[in-house]
């Protein structure tokens, strides 16, 4: 019996001050939730609440998943973990016009 083939693909996430891409071999039909809980991104990061990588926003080369539980991965896809916003960008951008007198 021939052995199933793999898909190779990645799982990124990043804090302020470091990131990590986890390099993953994964069978056909695995979807975005799941590589992120075969990456193992809470033994890497064990600051973050394991609940948090459960529930995160993820995305595939910087598009939103709108339903990452059920998106099966592509041979090559990169699965990026999505931190919320700390600051909401409109807001940030009225602070910088503050600042610089504009």
């Known amino acids: 019996m021939?052995?199933?083939?793999?898909?190779?693909?990645?799982?990124a996430f990043a804090l302020p001050e470091r990131q990590?891409?986890?390099?993953l071999e994964v069978p056909p039909g695995?979807?975005?939730?799941?590589?992120?809980?075969?990456?193992q991104l809470g033994r890497l990061f064990p600051e973050v609440p394991a609940a948090f990588f459960a529930e995160?926003?993820?995305g595939i080369f910087g598009k939103r998943l709108r339903d990452p539980d059920d998106y099966s991965l592509r041979a090559g896809d990169r699965v990026e973990v999505y931190?919320?916003?700390e600051i909401d960008p409109k807001e940030a951008?009225?602070?910088?016009?503050?600042r610089t007198g504009l």
Do not use: H, N, Y
């Open 56 to 58: 995160a926003d993820l």
């Open 30 to 39: 695995t979807t975005a939730r799941q590589a992120v809980a075969l990456a």
């Open 2 to 11: 021939a052995a199933e083939a793999k898909l190779e693909v990645e799982v």
């Open 93 to 98: 951008r009225a602070r910088r016009a503050q």
């Open 20 to 23: 990590r891409i986890v390099a």
């Open 83 to 85: 931190r919320p916003l």
